[in-house]
């Protein structure tokens, strides 16, 4: 199953339905027009270049696809979400596209008007979810035949992981369990299915090709070998998933996906919806471009500020640890003296003296992230996120909070609701209070929740509570 090659099939299928769909509702204009089926009924039809039109109406229906978020996941969609995707999609397309022509007709009939919308959002409606439903069928009958398989290994070796893999045996057949990686020396499974221990990890997943891990450990109360072992596993592209302990099973973070199996609680999945999911990265692109531009004066002015002040560089480039636990170099303004760590990482705060006079005003604002709207554009960040750690910070913060391994799963953030409430971390344990609160907006995330966020953040900037 090659999860690239599906969304690609998906776009071409949607562009060709609205070709088909725009072709067919040229000619119905037409048709209404010359023939005059409505007596009584006199309709002036603007003189459009339907040829570019032609061109344009599938590339603005694919962008709207896009924002309902039915590009996400589409391995894992159900009849249901293509039909509620494709209705919301085709009435919003069709909604706006007769806004334009609206304004185009010089005279227009409001019984033409709603009859020629009906057309559209019908012609839209069906042969986009025919063309879907041709995937989604072919994707059924993949997992049906065997075919395709998600190949899913258990991680544990005692009765919880026997009994995972005999539900998913029984009741999950698209799941191929390729066998258990051992975390004990006690072992309750199948001793010719045991593929290794986690220090082969690794191995075990590319040799398998790996799509699905479950963690299943009989001791459900040893939270520092269950988070040490997702940790690990994030810097894989695979699902993980671990049986709920009582704390999961009560706060509803544990999820029956398919009935006799046990409910499992998934680390990769994010809580917020494939639509919120899509237009908050659209947002993240749109907002971080055009702030560039409207501070690229800015962001000159405080470049030769910079320069002036003390000796080095103007931008400053540290690793830090993204989505998935991957590390990239976050951008920012330099606020220190060239040299103030020296290769050993310290901790700043409002009356660090490493602290340029330059510097000491950037953080207050906060000016000093504005180059982040970069790593924003290129993926790296989310305007809204937790923020990102290095790598001697969060092995740190593990020794006392081995869930800190649960933000991996979304984008780091501009900002978020951690540091509003914390704000600069100069301790360890202030970024443990802090990723409390990274963790209760990561299971709240939502585009509402965002916007407040984002709020308060301009707050904090215009009265330079930054430091």
Same mark, same amino acid.
């Given at each position: 199953?090659?999860?690239? %090659?599906?969304?690609?099939?998906?776009?071409?299928?949607?562009?060709?339905?609205? &070709?088909?769909?725009?072709?067919?509702?040229?000619?119905?204009?037409?048709?209404?027009? *010359?023939?005059?089926?409505?007596?009584?009924?006199?309709?002036?039809?603007?003189?459009? *270049?339907?040829?570019?039109?032609?061109?344009?109406?599938?590339? =603005?229906?694919?962008?709207?696809?896009?924002?309902?978020?039915?590009?996400?996941?589409?391995?894992?969609?159900?009849?249901?979400?293509?039909?509620?995707?494709?209705?919301?999609?085709?009435?919003?397309?069709?909604?706006?596209?007769?806004?334009?022509?609206?304004?185009?007709?010089?005279?227009?009939?409001?019984?033409?008007?709603?009859?020629?919308?009906?057309?559209?959002?019908? &012609?839209?409606?069906?042969?986009?979810?025919?063309?879907?439903?041709?995937?989604?069928?072919?994707?059924?009958?993949?997992?049906?035949?065997? +075919?395709?398989?998600?190949?899913?290994?258990?991680?544990?070796?005692?009765?919880?992981?026997?009994?995972?893999?005999?539900?998913?045996?029984?009741?999950?057949?698209?799941?191929?369990?390729?066998?258990?990686?051992?975390?004990?020396?006690?072992?309750?499974?199948?001793?010719?299915?045991?593929?290794?221990?986690?220090?082969?990890?690794?191995?075990?997943?590319?040799?398998?090709?790996?799509?699905?891990?479950?963690?299943?450990?009989?001791?459900?109360?040893?939270?520092?070998?269950?988070?040490?072992?997702?940790?690990? %596993?994030?810097?894989? *592209?695979?699902?993980?998933?671990?049986?709920?302990?009582?704390?999961?099973?009560? $706060?509803?973070?544990?999820? $029956?996906?398919?009935?006799?199996?046990?409910?499992?609680?998934?680390?990769?999945?994010?809580?917020?919806?494939?639509?919120?999911?899509?237009?908050?990265?659209?947002? *993240?692109?749109?907002?971080?471009?055009?702030?560039?531009?409207?501070?690229?004066?800015?962001? $000159?002015?405080?470049?030769?500020?910079?320069?002036?002040?003390?000796?080095?560089?103007?931008?400053?480039?540290?690793?830090?640890?993204?989505?998935?636990?991957?590390?990239?170099?976050?951008?920012?303004?330099?606020?220190?003296?060239?040299?103030?760590?020296?290769?050993?990482?310290?901790?700043?705060?409002?009356?660090?003296?490493?602290?340029?006079?330059?510097?000491?005003?950037?953080?207050?604002?906060? $000016?000093?992230?504005?180059?982040?709207?970069?790593?924003?554009?290129?993926?790296?960040?989310?305007?809204?996120?937790?923020?990102?750690?290095?790598?001697? =910070?969060?092995? +740190?913060?593990?020794?006392?909070?081995? =869930?800190?391994?649960?933000? =991996?799963?979304?984008?780091?953030?501009?900002?978020?609701?951690?540091?509003?409430?914390?704000?600069?971390?100069?301790?360890?344990?202030?970024?443990?209070?802090?990723?409390?609160?990274?963790?209760?907006?990561?299971?709240?995330?939502?585009?509402?929740?965002?916007?407040?966020?984002?709020?308060?953040?301009?707050?904090?900037?215009?009265?330079?509570?930054?430091?």
């Amino acid at each position: 199953m090659n999860k690239n %090659l599906l969304v690609k099939k998906y776009i071409l299928y949607d562009m060709l339905a609205a &070709l088909i769909v725009w072709i067919a509702f040229v000619i119905f204009r037409k048709t209404i027009n *010359d023939i005059h089926i409505l007596d009584g009924i006199h309709v002036l039809i603007p003189n459009y *270049d339907y040829i570019t039109s032609l061109i344009l109406f599938p590339f =603005y229906c694919i962008f709207i696809h896009s924002l309902s978020g039915i590009y996400l996941n589409t391995h894992k969609k159900t009849r249901g979400s293509l039909i509620l995707a494709t209705l919301v999609s085709s009435a919003f397309i069709s909604l706006s596209v007769f806004l334009v022509l609206k304004l185009g007709d010089a005279v227009v009939s409001y019984e033409y008007f709603y009859f020629s919308l009906l057309v559209l959002f019908s &012609l839209l409606f069906i042969f986009t979810f025919t063309f879907r439903n041709i995937i989604f069928s072919q994707i059924q009958k993949n997992y049906k035949t065997k +075919k395709w398989t998600i190949n899913t290994i258990i991680i544990g070796n005692g009765n919880n992981a026997h009994k995972i893999a005999s539900d998913l045996e029984n009741h999950a057949p698209q799941n191929s369990i390729i066998g258990f990686v051992t975390t004990d020396k006690k072992i309750s499974v199948p001793a010719d299915k045991v593929l290794g221990n986690m220090i082969q990890i690794a191995s075990i997943i590319e040799k398998n090709d790996i799509h699905e891990t479950i963690v299943a450990l009989d001791n459900e109360e040893d939270e520092t070998q269950l988070f040490k072992i997702i940790n690990l %596993l994030y810097k894989f *592209d695979v699902d993980i998933q671990f049986t709920p302990r009582l704390y999961e099973i009560l $706060i509803g973070s544990a999820k $029956i996906t398919k009935l006799g199996i046990s409910p499992l609680v998934s680390i990769t999945k994010s809580s917020m919806p494939d639509w919120q999911a899509s237009i908050k990265r659209f947002l *993240d692109i749109v907002i971080s471009f055009i702030s560039l531009i409207l501070v690229s004066p800015f962001l $000159i002015y405080f470049s030769i500020k910079i320069k002036g002040d003390s000796k080095g560089p103007v931008f400053y480039r540290q690793e830090r640890i993204g989505r998935y636990g991957r590390p990239f170099k976050i951008l920012k303004f330099r606020t220190m003296y060239l040299g103030s760590e020296n290769g050993i990482p310290k901790l700043s705060s409002s009356e660090d003296e490493r602290i340029t006079p330059v510097g000491r005003m950037l953080r207050k604002y906060r $000016i000093d992230e504005i180059p982040q709207f970069w790593n924003i554009l290129r993926g790296d960040m989310s305007l809204v996120g937790p923020r990102p750690e290095r790598r001697y =910070y969060i092995n +740190k913060i593990m020794d006392e909070a081995p =869930y800190y391994c649960l933000l =991996y799963k979304i984008r780091p953030g501009l900002t978020s609701w951690g540091p509003i409430k914390i704000g600069y971390s100069d301790t360890v344990e202030k970024m443990i209070e802090r990723l409390n609160y990274d963790i209760i907006y990561m299971e709240n995330m939502t585009l509402a929740t965002d916007v407040k966020i984002l709020m308060y953040t301009f707050e904090i900037i215009f009265k330079g509570k930054g430091v």
